[in-house]
Nanobody, 123 residues
Framework: QVQLVESGGGLVQAGGSLSVSCAAS????????MAWFRQAPGKEREFVAA????????YYADSVKGRFTISRDNAKNLVYLQMNSLKPMDTAVYYC????????????????WGQGTQVTVSS
């Protein structure tokens, strides 16, 4: 069982930066690949970025590649998403999720989800 709690969302101007974090409970955290998804109002939840168990491999959606960076600290049970050059289109609730499989872009492949944190980018 893994419980996930996101934090760090907020309001930022276009072009700015923001970092969100996901704290995981449970001693099996390092056995899960982790990912960030986001959901804007009226839209489906979409994949943003994924990281494998050791942090040695990452995978990004084309829309955030080169702007966002996912990382993890297994000693602290934390996953991070550093977001740079933010755009109004990045406005959404950001969720972290855990899966036994790395690089999955479909929500059905994830076993555990956090409650989400709001990120709003103003123009």
């Amino acid at each position: 069982q893994v419980q996930l709690v996101e934090s760090g969302g907020g309001l930022v101007q276009a072009g700015g930066s923001l970092s969100v974090s996901c704290a995981a409970s449970g001693r099996t955290f390092s056995s899960y690949a982790m990912a960030w998804f986001r959901q804007a109002p009226g839209k489906e939840r979409e994949f943003v970025a994924a990281i494998n168990w050791t942090g040695g491999r990452t995978y990004y959606a084309d829309s955030v590649k080169g702007r966002f960076t996912i990382s993890r600290d297994n000693a602290k049970n934390l996953v991070y998403l550093q977001m740079n050059s933010l755009k109004p289109m990045d406005t959404a609730v950001y969720y972290c999720a855990a899966s036994r499989l790395f690089g999955q872009v479909y929500t059905s492949k994830y076993d555990y989800w956090g409650q989400g944190t709001q990120v709003t980018v103003s123009s």
